[in-house]
């Protein structure tokens, strides 16, 4: 049985549909939407409007469909498959000691012809002529016969592919280190507001958190750099966690034992006060989502809030906007809708008050928010190696195109026939091409 | 786009225009001078578009890597410059232009419909991964449509062998031919995922996400993987494996045009 299982494996046409399968199932998995390809709105519709086919899309989306026992009992056989493979070929070189290049020497190709000189003569043209050409030549005697024999190309052509194969089997471990031992959350931080890490963080696995250090952290000095006013150049800040100070940036990311901190989402925070017949209704610093479009806010059971912030504020007749993205000239609009209908809006001044509706609205200032994603990844390493492996091996296999030939320089009269045999293990019509090139060089250095 | 550089642009792709006619007017007609023209109208065309990479390169302060048509340009120029340099290696291959130019039009002109406006290096482009990530990338796209030519070639060939077509490489010769371009562009896409994924756990903080982009990047990859087993472990040749080369492209156009299918992590690196 475990040997029909092994035969099964070994077999390289098992390798090939194992990975058909993979494809097949990859490509029709990308046709359905996931919770990536549509925003968030639009996944929830989907799930209210069409919920057979929500359900098809939670369970066959790419995401979703590779998280699958399925799918990971396929991927687990191809990595087996490649295993024995791998390890069997090892093993075939292990016993003889000997590449599959002298073994199967797949291709050859052979012109014969007689040369009007003797065979010291030719052999004296031949051996520079190879040469020149980058043959790593040899000659031999055998009897009246001369031999030379030439090598040529990078003989690791069967390493290159046993190297690629391994990084290939490397790359595979990478994906269960990461999935039993990583760690991925998000962050959402207001500036200068102190929190525990372990409650601060938002990840899927609630479990995960207890694996974090037990830490204090906050967000400091946050700064957004615009091109032109509009164009993102640069943002980042200071993270300060279990007394350290951490600066951080986009593709900067924070590290702290073993975590990183990558910022994701970098967006204004204003401090917004309603009072109500000098009542306390509202008292929150707002992190603003959507920049452009504004952000809804919960103001009690009926009412809510929309809150938009212009930087740059300017105002022309009836049109206001943002002159840019730059924190210049901070104006709030305020609106008050009930039931989904507005009934009161304001504009408020960062740092004044104004009355909107039967709110009395404050601004005192506005700050940065930041999202960070919290992530441990000890399959990176694992998962790097394994790149830098298979990628030498595919580049050790497509420099190699290891070739040989043969050179028999028989006296015949006055003159020499020459057998000229050529070996490939990949390319034969281009060695055909080659060999075909080299007789006819020595021909015209004859003639000449 | 700078003035200059819209000039040079829409010289060089009128020289990509005007080769694929003189192809194409060669095979049909059979009138062998054309392709020589239309190989050095391409030559042309690469000079200007050369100097149009130049300008934006001047204009924005950074290498045209971000966004579709900044990867459009240099996608192309890189394809451009690899035709060239297997033309040099392997005469024959000249006529592979009659692929090359049209597909070198079709993507420069969906670039220009994205827009061509000049902006600074954002903040997630700032990495040296990213240029590794870019290089490869288009190395191999670049390496993949040669493959998809010289399938189409053979595919042609085969059927008749008459006129230009008669002056094609010999059959055997287009088959390994597509082995060596298809073997280039499977090392260069992995390296292009490996960076692709060194520089993503840096941004992102993961280095794979099923993002449409990345399972696309990876399905491409391993159709071209599922190509060369099937070649080199089958012994698959002739038109089965020249229909192989035509066929695998679309797994790379998918990747390249895919951003329609949904929203993609790739085209809004950073959020603010």
């Known amino acids: 049985m475990i040997k029909r299982l092994l035969e099964i494996l070994n077999s390289r046409t098992s390798a090939i549909w194992l990975l058909s399968v993979i494809l097949m199932a990859l490509v029709a998995s990308t046709i359905l939407p996931n919770e990536i390809t549509l925003p968030p709105d639009g996944w929830a519709l989907l799930a209210q409007q069409k919920p057979l086919y929500f359900r098809l899309c939670e369970t066959f989306s790419t995401p979703y469909l590779v998280k699958s026992p399925a799918f990971l009992l396929v991927t687990f056989l191809l990595f087996l498959s490649t295993l024995v493979c791998t390890v069997n070929r090892l093993s075939g070189w292990w016993r003889y000691k000997i590449s599959e290049f002298t073994t199967e020497r797949a291709f050859s190709f052979a012109v014969a012809e007689y040369l009007e000189a003797g065979p010291d003569v030719v052999e004296g043209i031949a051996l520079p002529l190879l040469r020149g050409k980058g043959w790593d030549c040899a000659k031999e005697k055998d009897g009246a016969c001369r031999i030379i024999s030439g090598r040529k190309g990078i003989r690791l052509g069967f390493w290159g592919s046993i190297i690629f194969h391994g990084g290939l089997l490397l790359c595979f471990l990478a994906v269960p280190i990461s999935v039993l031992t990583g760690f991925s959350g998000q962050l959402v931080l207001t500036e200068g507001m102190t929190l525990p890490l372990r409650e601060a963080v938002d990840t899927p696995i609630k479990a995960d958190v207890k694996t974090l250090p037990s830490v204090n952290l906050a967000v400091e000095n946050l700064h957004g750099q615009y091109a032109k006013g509009r164009f993102k150049v640069q943002f980042g800040g200071d993270l300060v966690i279990g007394g350290k100070r951490l600066p951080f940036s986009v593709n900067q990311p924070g590290k702290y034992v073993g975590l990183q901190f990558s910022l994701q989402e970098f967006g204004f925070s204003p401090h917004l006060v309603l009072r109500e017949r000098e009542q306390v209704a509202f008292d929150y610093f707002l992190n603003l989502r959507h920049g452009e479009d504004g952000d809804y806010f919960p103001l009690n059971k009926d009412m809510r809030l929309f809150v938009l912030l212009f930087p740059d504020f300017i105002q022309q007749g009836n049109k206001i906007g943002s002159r840019t993205r730059e924190l210049k000239n901070p104006v709030l609009l305020v609106r008050i809708d009930r039931d989904g209908k507005p009934i009161h809006q304001g504009l408020v001044k960062i740092g004044a008050s104004a009355t909107v509706g039967d709110y009395q609205v404050q601004a005192p200032e506005v700050k940065n928010w930041v999202n960070l994603t919290v992530s441990r990844e000890y399959g990176l390493i694992v998962l790097i190696a394994g790149m830098i492996v298979g990628i030498g091996g595919l580049f050790i296999r497509f420099l190699s195109n290891e070739r040989c030939l043969t050179l028999q320089l028989s006296p015949q009269g006055a003159g020499t026939t020459v057998a000229l045999r050529g070996y490939s293990r990949y390319y034969p019509a281009f060695l055909e091409k080659e060999v075909q090139t080299i007789a006819q060089a020595l021909d015209t250095e004859i003639e000449r | ?272």
Not at chain 2, 26 to 33: A, D, L, S
Not at chain 2, 98 to 125: D, K, R, T
Not at chain 2, 211 to 221: A, H, K, N, R, Y
């Open chain 2, 1 to 272: 786009m700078t003035r200059y550089e819209e000039i040079l642009l829409w010289l060089s792709m009128a020289g990509y225009a005007l080769a694929f006619a003189a192809f194409l007017n060669g095979m049909v007609f059979k009138r062998e001078r054309f392709p020589v023209y239309g190989f050095r109208l391409i030559i042309g065309g690469f000079a200007c578009q050369t100097l149009a990479v130049i300008a934006r390169w001047y204009a924005t302060g950074h290498a045209p890597v971000m966004h579709t048509y900044e990867n459009s340009l240099i996608g192309i120029w890189f394809l451009v410059l690899i035709y060239q340099g297997l033309s040099r290696w392997f005469p024959p291959s000249r006529m592979f232009g009659v692929v090359v130019a049209p597909f070198s039009l079709l993507i420069l002109g969906n670039g220009l419909l994205v827009g061509a406006e000049l902006q600074p290096l954002e903040p997630a482009f700032r990495s040296n991964w990213l240029f590794i990530h870019v290089l490869f990338a288009w190395f191999s796209f670049g390496s993949y449509l040669l493959a998809f030519a010289d399938g189409i070639m053979y595919l042609l060939k085969e059927r008749g062998s008459s006129g230009t077509v008669a002056r094609l490489p010999d059959l055997k010769l287009l088959e390994e031919l597509s082995l060596r371009l298809i073997l280039f562009g499977f090392f260069c896409q992995a390296v292009m995922i490996g960076s692709g994924a060194i520089w993503a756990h840096g941004l992102w903080g993961r280095y794979w996400g099923w993002d449409p982009v990345e399972t696309w990047s990876l399905i491409s990859w391993l159709v071209y993987g599922l190509n060369l087993h099937l070649r080199i472990t089958l012994g698959w040749k002739g038109k089965k494996a020249a229909w192989l080369a035509v066929g695998s492209l679309f797994g790379i156009i998918f990747l390249f045009f895919g951003f329609g299918h949904g929203s993609s992590i790739h085209t809004e690196m950073f959020a603010q």
